[in-house]
């Protein structure tokens, strides 16, 4: 493989993610019976997925790549589980063991790249486990590129991101699976396929419960010098370089808008996509929304809302609201009564409605693992339970809330053309994408 690292690529004036200009653009997973698999991220959430695509026997990992080599999350040094590279690494080989010794496995690739995994011409699959603001960058340069995407939630950090992604999988026709899990756990489909089907009278309203977001740091806020085993400057990528600080870097980035969209951003992809889906709306969205006393949080090291509430209104005279307010889960109305779900509860005003049986399910369902239809889809190229376009929409209204928050007014949304109506100022914000250089921006006209 031509060894392109990250500081060549960085010396060059011409950084850009564009289009193929390494390996040639190829498509082979459906021909062959064993998947081969490089993951870009190797943090808390990436290990997860480690261990769950090390359980298929029809996939294989191959290459990690993460710009921090060995680190505790936010632990103290040495204590608990140890992430990055390294341990990655080691994971991956003590699992395939056996398979060295047969000579079915050569071993894992480790980069600090992720250009490495994603313009590899022997990979089939890319992992992108990366913070928000990385997402987008890591799984537009696998598409174009050839390849199949499991990436996780949300599927972009910023709105115009979204729609370049979903309309590149369209064009490449690639499998791309979403890391919004719930739709794969069989209360959330119960949920899901009941209010679809009618059964439980006239659908009036959805209440949408997230977290609370950060108020006060969630680690040590001193301003200090990047540890030795990180590269922080590439950790930063495309967003702004803020100064490091161990309270806005491992598991609590988020909670700054260079990297992420604060704790809203990181659930509506899982609560509010319940009930997007319920509705049939992965290709829609709703026809107005408005942020409702949003409370932002308390210290300058964040500048996502503490608590929050988005006010929604779709075509079919349904309302939601997705609150920090609200129980977390996902909570529909009807005429005659309610439906509630979060992962290990189901509750329903009628209790036969949150009884399997009503919906014609089994404990043992139908329904595979979220890695395991993503892997059987790649195989007969079918689409996701969670694609990129539903996973876009299902954020599309977190989008809007933050711009209706920063203008201070509703905001009457054009869901067929992803458009405010009559509004250029939101319009220009919700399409903002300002990369530092020299990443090149990507939006849907890249």
């Known amino acids: 493989?031509?060894?392109?690292?990250?500081?060549?690529?960085?010396?060059?004036?011409?950084?850009?993610?564009?289009?193929?200009?390494?390996?040639?653009?190829?498509?082979?997973?459906?021909?062959?019976?064993?998947?081969?698999?490089?993951?870009?991220?190797?943090?808390?959430?990436?290990?997860?997925?480690?261990d769950e695509f090390l359980k298929e026997k029809d996939a294989q990992l191959v290459a990690v790549c993460d710009v921090d080599e060995l680190h505790y999350r936010d632990r103290e040094w040495g204590k608990g589980q140890s992430y990055g590279r390294k341990p990655a690494q080691q994971r991956i080989e003590k699992s395939y063991a056996a398979e060295k010794k047969t000579g079915t496995f050569k071993g894992v690739t480790?980069?600090?790249?992720?250009?490495?995994?994603?313009?590899?011409?022997?990979?089939?699959i890319v992992i992108v486990a990366t913070p928000d603001h990385w997402h987008a960058l890591c799984a537009y340069d696998?598409?174009?590129?050839?390849?199949?995407?499991?990436?996780?939630?949300?599927?972009?950090?910023?709105?115009?991101?979204?729609?370049?992604?979903?309309?590149?999988?369209?064009k490449r026709k690639a499998v791309f699976q979403t890391g919004s899990q719930q739709r794969s756990y069989v209360d959330f489909q119960h949920c899901a396929d009941l209010v679809r089907s009618g059964r439980l009278g006239k659908l009036e309203r959805i209440e949408v419960g997230l977290p609370v977001s950060y108020n006060e740091p969630q680690g040590d806020p001193t301003i200090q010098p990047p540890p030795e085993h990180l590269d922080y400057e590439m950790w930063c990528g495309p967003a702004k370089k803020l100064p490091y600080m161990r309270a806005r870097h491992h598991r609590w980035w988020r909670g700054h808008t260079a990297f992420g969209g604060g704790v809203l951003m990181d659930w509506i992809g899982h609560h509010n996509d319940i009930a997007h889906w319920s509705m049939g709306l992965d290709h829609s969205g709703p026809t107005k929304v408005e942020a409702v006393d949003?409370?932002?949080?308390?210290?300058?090291?964040?500048?996502?809302?503490?608590?929050?509430?988005?006010?929604?209104?779709?075509?079919?005279?349904?309302?939601?609201?997705?609150?920090?307010?609200?129980?977390?889960?996902?909570k529909w109305f009807f005429e005659d009564g309610w439906l509630y779900v979060k992962r290990g509860k189901l509750e329903a005003s009628n209790p036969e409605w949150a009884d399997w049986k009503f919906s014609g399910r089994t404990k043992n369902g139908k329904y595979k693992n979220h890695v395991r239809n993503f892997l059987d889809c790649?195989?007969?190229?079918?689409?996701?339970?969670?694609?990129?376009?539903a996973a876009h929409r299902s954020i599309t209204p977190g989008h809007l809330g933050y711009v209706s928050n920063a203008l201070g007014r509703p905001l009457n949304w054009d869901a067929e053309n992803e458009v405010v109506v009559n509004d250029d100022e939101a319009n220009k914000l919700l399409n903002a994408v300002n990369y530092r250089a020299p990443w090149k921006t990507l939006t849907a006209k890249s």
């Not at 964040?302 to 929604?312: E, G, L, N, V």
């Not at 779709?314 to 609201?321: D, E, F, H, I, K």
């Not at 790649?378 to 376009?389: F, G, M, Y």
């Open 110 to 124: 480790v980069t600090d790249d992720f250009r490495e995994i994603t313009q590899r011409d022997d990979i089939d």
């Open 378 to 389: 790649v195989k007969d190229r079918q689409e996701c339970i969670a694609p990129a376009e």
């Open 142 to 170: 696998a598409l174009v590129n050839g390849k199949d995407v499991y990436c996780e939630k949300p599927v972009t950090h910023l709105f115009a991101e979204g729609q370049a992604i979903y309309r590149e999988v369209a």
């Open 294 to 330: 949003w409370e932002m949080s308390a210290t300058p090291i964040y500048d996502t809302p503490h608590q929050y509430t988005i006010a929604c209104e779709y075509a079919n005279g349904v309302t939601s609201t997705i609150s920090s307010r609200n129980t977390q889960g996902t």
């Open 1 to 50: 493989m031509s060894q392109l690292t990250r500081r060549h690529f960085l010396a060059g004036s011409s950084a850009a993610i564009t289009a193929p200009f390494w390996f040639p653009s190829t498509t082979r997973a459906s021909a062959l019976d064993r998947l081969t698999v490089g993951i870009v991220g190797t943090g808390s959430r990436g290990f997860n997925l480690i």
